[in-house]
Nanobody, 121 residues
């Protein structure tokens, strides 16, 4: 099994910054990608940013220029630096890992428990 533990959410004023962290642990065999999704009330879960094992990144249009995803492969940890936050960024942010554990022969999605980000004055 693979466990994802998120941290760094909270309440911030518009224009402020937050840094989310997600550490993966457990019987990890390989990681294809790690990333962040978010889900606002009444909306579908959407991709915010992801980083592949080769280092390439992908961002939602709403995150480009404001958010930066990075990873520490040695620690199986991914970070999301969020700057210039807006009220519309308010959501539960979920860490995602696509990979294999030691008992599996194929990659699957693993999810963290979610961390609340609230942007409000």
């Amino acid at each position: 099994q693979v466990q994802l533990v998120e941290s760094g959410g909270g309440l911030v004023q518009p224009g402020g910054s937050l840094r989310l962290s997600c550490a993966a642990s457990g019987s990890i065999f390989s990681i294809n990608a790690m990333g962040w999704y978010r889900q606002a009330p009444g909306k579908q879960r959407e991709l915010v940013a992801a980083v592949r094992s080769g280092g390439s990144t992908k961002y939602a249009d709403s995150a480009k220029g404001r958010f930066t995803i990075s990873r520490d492969s040695a620690k199986n940890t991914v970070y999301l630096q969020m700057n210039s936050l807006k009220p519309e960024d308010t959501a539960v942010y979920y860490c995602n890992l696509v990979g294999r554990d030691l008992s599996s022969s194929y990659s699957v999605d693993y999810w963290g428990q979610g961390t609340q980000v609230t942007v409000s004055s």
